[in-house]
């Protein structure tokens, strides 16, 4: 390599061979398309070979990252009401059942070294927007197709938005209101020292499925710095509910760039074909889905999956064409 002080994609394709692979060898392999679509990326000049220069951005910013990940787990609102409480999504139509997400969490909080731990917590105020019991003191907005007397949990109704735009809102039952046992964290949960609480919904007027905006993107969360104080580049996903607020929360991460992982066996939902559908675009936007056992590994940087690498060389393409504008 470098023989000739140049990197051809034949050997380009190498070093992808090398390292997307599992921790017992196997190849992940990148697609042939993909791998050329990654070695355009890092060969700024177009040349059809990686300069030393080139070949260092490279390394420093993707291989660096695929062998060396720092990874934040994130453990999404498994609190009493979604469990055995209000909003019990053992109630729900997948008719699953919340507890089972504890052990395998617990599991992982004791055998995997993550770089930074979240829980997240639905955190309301008595008078929020998504709670049934409180429709009557809001405005409907007038393209809502159920009034407010007819209206049933879990029905999707329109409110008339903070900024008087129309806003979309599902119906919950009262659910974990601050300070109350529906909101703790369920007792069995581990909760490790040194990790962060999250808490959302805590404006009264919008509803927050994912930990790191609210559902009409006016106000981010503190996850966002702390993820950026601790230089996480992936980021692990579970909890409860897999196809309401995990779901968000794995869609926020993707687009905010992160690698980013969700781990199937600790999720437990609300609605089956909504559950696949989470999958589906979780898939769609280069995050992987896996099981507990196969975390450890990846945390690790012993199993190096060829999705988040390609995912991390799409996020260098943005931040080299912004470059190259400037
Ligand atoms: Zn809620």
Wanted: charged share 25%.
């Amino acid at each position: 390599m470098f023989s000739d002080g140049y990197l051809s994609i034949p050997e380009f394709d190498c070093i992808c061979r090398a390292l997307f692979r599992n921790d017992f060898g196997k190849i992940y392999g990148l697609e042939e398309e993909r791998m050329k679509e990654v070695f355009e990326i890092f060969d700024i000049d177009g040349d059809a070979k990686l300069s030393r220069e080139e070949f260092t951005f490279c390394w420093n910013n993707w291989i660096k990252v695929i062998v060396r990940p720092v990874s934040a787990f994130l453990i999404i609102d498994v609190q009493n009401d979604f469990i055995s409480g209000s909003l019990s999504i053992s109630q729900c139509s997948a008719q699953q059942n919340g507890h089972e997400v504890i052990e395998p969490i617990n599991h992982l909080l004791d055998t995997v070294n993550f770089d930074a731990i979240f829980y997240s917590l639905d955190w309301h105020p008595s008078d929020h927007v998504s709670f049934i019991d409180n429709l009557s003191n809001r405005t409907l907005h007038d393209s809502t197709s159920v009034s407010s007397e007819e209206a049933q949990t879990y029905d999707t109704v329109i409110f008339e938005g903070p900024n008087g735009q129309p806003m979309k809102q599902r119906l919950w039952p009262r659910h974990c209101v601050q300070d109350s046992w529906g909101a703790e964290l369920h007792k069995d949960l581990k909760v490790v020292e040194n990790s962060i609480k999250i808490f959302k919904g805590t404006n009264p007027d919008v509803d927050s499925y994912s930990v790191f905006w609210d559902n009409k993107k006016l106000t981010q969360t503190t996850l966002v710095s702390q993820l950026e104080q601790k230089n996480a580049t992936d980021i692990y996903v579970c909890g409860l509910a897999y196809d309401v607020c995990v779901g968000a929360t794995a869609v926020d991460a993707l687009s905010i760039g992160y690698r980013t992982i969700l781990i199937d066996d600790c999720c437990r939902g609300v609605d089956l074909a909504d559950i696949e559908k989470t999958r589906n675009t979780v898939i769609k936007n280069h995050g992987v889905i896996i099981n507990s056992n196969q975390v450890k590994a990846m945390v690790e940087g012993r199993d190096r999956r060829a999705e988040l690498g390609y995912k991390l060389a799409l996020e260098l393409k943005q931040k080299l064409n912004v470059k190259k504008e400037d």
